[in-house]
């Protein structure tokens, strides 16, 4: 159904929605604007970045120490074999292991310990 000007009525009804919603994102810009931003202390801010940097840094070292045990384990096992020291590679083996069973350990006791 067209009107006088040639425009249907749903045209004109949709032109409406559209200018109502303009008008509700303005107002609700507008709200946006006036209202006060917070910005955090300047103290708090920086102990929690140090806070993540030792968190960051302590993963970081138990990483390693993981990475250079299990390093240790197949460098030994290949070493050992290939020279054919069987007693010197359980040896190792022991010691290896007793250093993470001693890690492991005292990385559940800090977490017991923190909580």
């Known amino acids: 159904m067209k ?16 200018f109502e919603t303009i008008s509700a994102i303005n107002n609700g ?21 140090l806070n993540q940097q030792r968190l960051q840094k302590k993963k970081y070292r138990r990483e390693l120490a993981w990475f250079i045990l299990s390093a240790m384990l197949i460098l030994s096992g290949v070493v050992f074999t290939m ?8 040896m190792l083996q022991a010691a290896t292991v007793a250093i993470t069973v001693f890690y492991s350990f005292k990385g559940v006791q800090k977490q017991v310990d923190s909580q």
């Open 29 to 49: 810009l507008d709200k946006l604007d006036s209202m006060d931003n917070f910005v955090p202390d300047d103290k708090w801010f920086k102990e929690m970045v």
């Open 83 to 90: 020279l054919e020291l069987p007693m010197l590679f359980f």
């Open 3 to 18: 009107n006088q000007k040639g425009i249907s009525s749903s045209d004109e009804q949709m032109d409406k929605e559209f």
